[in-house]
């Protein structure tokens, strides 16, 4: 059993309900990491979802900042001695805003994110997490989270062609994509053991993960 990754700093990232923060849990658990999840109490998240004017603009903005300040804090703690464990990636703000925006919003979002990026450490690994359509919303369904209630298909298959087109150009660290719709690797342990075989060796460019007897 691998007890120690060559790693530092792992962001998880995928749509939403593709099974990210079950996945940091299970890697911070397994390597007494230091856990990075993102803030969902948002308190523009349900104006948003209601489709209020300008909830868009302060939601985005508000993801930024917190995301933001959240990896500043870790870095400037030194923890980077333990791996961290992150069910995000810094440019997933962009991500939403480009979906979410107006062109005039958008503008003001690219100058405080060009600002505020260059700060930032980049992931050792990236693990995209992908599903279709159907198990995504089933997963959102399944949690019962009141603002996503009534989220609705014609955004999330935006959304998740959003995350496609993005990690099809991504270059900046190694990045494993891992399609999640016949997986779950808390059920799964022989899956998840088999997962940490394959990011604890040297990984370059882009990789797709093949579960054992897929």
């Known amino acids: 059993m691998i007890d120690t990754l060559p790693l530092h700093y ?19 658990k397994r390597f007494d990491g230091v856990k990075l999840l993102e803030d969902v109490e948002n308190p ?10 300008g909830a868009a603009f302060q939601t985005e903005l508000y993801f930024l900042l917190s995301r933001f300040k959240q990896q500043q804090d870790v870095a400037q703690r030194e923890l980077f001695d333990r791996l961290m464990v992150a069910d995000y990636t810094f440019p997933k703000n962009r991500i939403f805003a480009y979906l979410n925006l107006s062109d005039d919003e958008l503008m003001v979002f690219d100058k405080l994110y060009t600002l505020l990026e260059p700060q930032l450490a980049v992931p050792d690994l990236v693990v995209y997490l992908v599903a279709d359509l159907d198990t995504c919303m089933k997963r959102i369904d399944k949690r019962r989270r009141d603002f996503e ?12 062609d959003a995350y496609n087109h993005y990690y099809h150009y991504y270059n900046r660290s190694p990045l ?15 899956h998840f053991e088999d997962l940490i075989q394959r990011i604890s060796g040297p990984l370059k460019g882009t990789h797709y993960y093949q579960p054992l007897g897929g």
């Open 149 to 160: 209630r009534d989220m609705s298909t014609q955004y999330m298959t935006e959304l998740i």
């Open 176 to 190: 494993l994509v891992i399609d999640t719709r016949n997986l779950n690797f808390a059920e799964q342990p022989e």
């Open 10 to 28: 792992i962001a998880v990232d995928g749509p939403i309900g593709v099974g990210k923060t079950t996945l940091v849990e299970l890697l911070t």
């Open 44 to 53: 523009f998240l349900p104006a948003f979802y209601e489709d209020r004017p």
